[in-house]
């Protein structure tokens, strides 16, 4: 069984923990491969800053990569002019990965299915990749990232596209909506694994309240 598989098929946090800190040293590479072209980081990247509205980010412009893994999308941040990105991950192992990249302010460990540490209202756009997805962390997370993004900031998502209605993803979202707490800018089906076939919603809030 792939790691993949073995990371879609997890049942609990320790389980999901211990699988990417072994998992960590290779992670890279293997999402790398050509029957992978892992896209979804560099693409969310790239919704977080036109979402911002600024060609080249404002240097007091605060980003949360949530799930940053390795730092794949922290990476492309920055590739894209963010200067203030921190990240957050449940593993330690992938942390230290992400730790050599040299682009995160802040890393810290976070359980992204719980209450974080973060005060209301700490961010201007919170980017998660990759984390919203089979056996890892559901809908409830996104009550989070809007509670810590600030009024008029963004959080962009990849959802998993087979699991976006049936985990109860699109219902949180509606949710979300009907309480006043955030609009919905967008939620195409777009490329995630491309070579691997395999799509993720890019779903983009703007936060109201």
Known sequence: MSQLSRAYGATSVNETKALYDEWAASYDKEMAKE??????PVLAAAHVLKHLGTPSI?????????????????IALAQLGAQKVDGVDLSPGMLDIARKAGVYRHLDTAD?????????????????????TQGHVGPVALDEFVRITKPNGFVVST???????SGGYEAKIE???????VQLISKELEDYRRKADVKARM???KVLS
């Not at 240097?59 to 922290?74: Q, Y």
């Not at 959802?159 to 209605?165: A, D, K, N, P, V």
């Open 58 to 74: 404002q240097s007091d412009i605060e980003i949360l990569d949530a799930g940053c893994g390795t730092g794949l999308a922290g």
């Open 159 to 165: 959802i998993l596209g087979s699991i976006y209605e």
């Open 112 to 132: 992204l299915s719980t209450q974080l540490a973060h005060k209301d209202n700490s961010y201007d756009a919170i980017c998660c990749v990759g984390t919203l």
């Open 35 to 40: 029957d992978q072209d892992y896209v979804g």
């Open 175 to 181: 949710s979300l909506v009907n309480q006043g707490r």
């Open 203 to 205: 779903v983009v809030l």
